[in-house]
């Protein structure tokens, strides 16, 4: 289902699922059992958020992605009692783009997102229109929203890092009858804290057309896409050839710590049944194509502004610390509800260095803004990563660097948080916040 602006009723609820047949799992979801509704909104479009809690205890509501004010933002500070509703109101000033919503209630966002609780938001503009590309939702358009889950022998959930079950779309096993056609797929790893590196089955291409936070300038074609924890990837698939035929989207998966899970040879099962494997996240059944149905892909999509490092007022250095067992942490530091750690002002231009002193390899993700990746250890970053982005994955003993603008909103006493996005870690304090002023 998807709802449409400019007011967006989303009422937070407890339900059932059942994954495996005779077997029910108490559930959380908007609107319904499980996952919420894809909104759909348009760059500078007024809109108001309707967030009533159903669930019986307190939660907040996150934008992940979306450029708001810290008080609309929904981050820890900004809870909804059991019963109430939490109505933000705002202008959406992102691009189009890919971005989703969960809870962020410190120590229980990932209980809270493990029940069920998180859903996408497709932010559409001009450029997008005027690009061409398949934008027909439910059509030639499709969201792919990957999460991994433990159910025990009664069915409940165990909130854990990872799972054993895959979930596409909040289901087991499933496919999707797709047009032969160009398609268009948003992936978002809504998991806790696996990793997948999304390709097809034939070796088919995909064309990465945008990243977290809005489109690329360019198509860029590759067999892989490796998307870890709170990230996105936009991608168009070519099945002008393919009617009558079966696919899969598939991806290597494993946690993230300490290995390579780029590669095929997958590192370590570490005793978990999903890790190592190329798992089978779609089945795609390609079937006649659409009346008006997008047959090319545009050589170029967008223009982007990239601040440059010059521009930059200053440059931040958040390390990654912490061994197991002790939780992992931001400068040695768990989150403090009290305490700012960083404070912004207005319309700097920053950069932020973000150093991995751990053996673990951690989603990086920052509130407020997009951001351009500088560097990865020096080195000017992959392809795949030159777009707009807001998580980022550093891995182990590594140090990314990237630059963005803070601007449009400050508040004094409102923060906005920065942390990693496995929710384990989050959860056990590896987040941190800023405010801009
Ligand atoms: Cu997706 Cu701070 O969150
Ligand atoms: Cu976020
Ligand atoms: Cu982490």
Redesign the pocket.
């Known amino acids: 289902p998807t709802l449409t602006g400019p007011v967006y009723d989303l009422t937070m609820q407890n339900g059932t699922m059942e994954f495996t047949p005779g077997v029910v799992t108490p559930t959380a979801g908007y609107n319904g059992d499980f996952l919420g509704p894809t909104l759909i909104m348009h760059k500078g479009d007024d809109v108001v958020m309707n967030v009533t809690n159903e669930l019986g205890e307190i939660t907040t509501n996150h934008w992940h992605g979306m450029h708001v004010s810290p008080e609309d933002d929904g981050g820890p500070h900004t809870t909804i009692a059991p019963g109430a509703t939490w109505s933000p109101a705002f202008t959406v000033l992102d691009d189009a783009a890919t971005m989703w919503y969960h809870p962020h209630l410190h120590h229980l966002t990932n209980k809270h997102v493990t029940k069920g609780l998180s859903g996408m938001i497709l932010v559409r503009d001009e450029v997008e229109a005027a690009a061409g590309l398949p934008q027909t939702y439910g059509v030639d358009e499709f969201p792919i929203f990957l999460q991994d889950r433990n159910i025990n022998f009664d069915g409940q959930f165990i909130v854990d890092e990872l799972g054993s079950t895959m979930l596409v779309n909040g289901a087991v096993d499933p496919y999707l009858e797709v047009p032969a056609q160009m398609v268009r797929l948003r992936v978002l790893n809504a998991s806790s804290a696996r990793g997948y590196n999304v390709g097809l089955s034939n070796g088919a291409p995909l064309h990465l057309v945008g990243t977290d936070g809005g489109l690329r300038e360019t198509p860029l074609a590759g067999s892989r896409f490796l998307v870890t924890p709170g990230e996105r990837i936009d991608v168009v698939i070519d099945l002008r050839d393919a009617q009558g035929t079966t696919l899969n989207l598939v991806a290597f998966n494993s946690e993230l710590e300490g290995i390579d899970i780029a590669g095929s040879a997958n590192g370590p099962g570490g005793g978990n049944p999903l890790n190592g494997l190329d798992l089978p996240l779609v089945e795609l059944r390609v079937v006649a194509s659409t009346a008006g149905a997008v047959t090319s892909l545009p050589d170029s999509i967008n223009v982007l502004a990239r601040p440059i490092a010059a521009q930059a007022t200053r440059t931040r250095t958040i390390r990654m610390t912490g061994a197991p067992p002790s939780p992992?942490l931001l400068d040695d530091t768990p989150f403090d509800h009290g305490v700012v750690n960083q404070t912004v002002h207005l319309n700097a231009v920053e950069i932020w260095e973000i150093r991995n002193d751990t053996s673990?390899a951690?989603p990086f993700h920052i509130h407020d803004v997009q951001f351009f990746v500088l560097d990865i250890d020096g080195e000017p970053p992959p392809p795949e990563l030159t777009g707009k982005k807001d998580t980022i994955l550093v891995r182990r003993r590594s140090t990314v660097r990237f630059i963005a603008v803070f601007d449009d909103h400050a508040n004094d006493d409102v923060p906005y948080m920065y942390h990693?996005h496995?929710l384990t870690?989050e959860d056990d304090g590896?987040m941190g916040q800023f405010v801009v002023t």
């Open positions: 992992f673990y951690h990693c496995i870690h590896m």
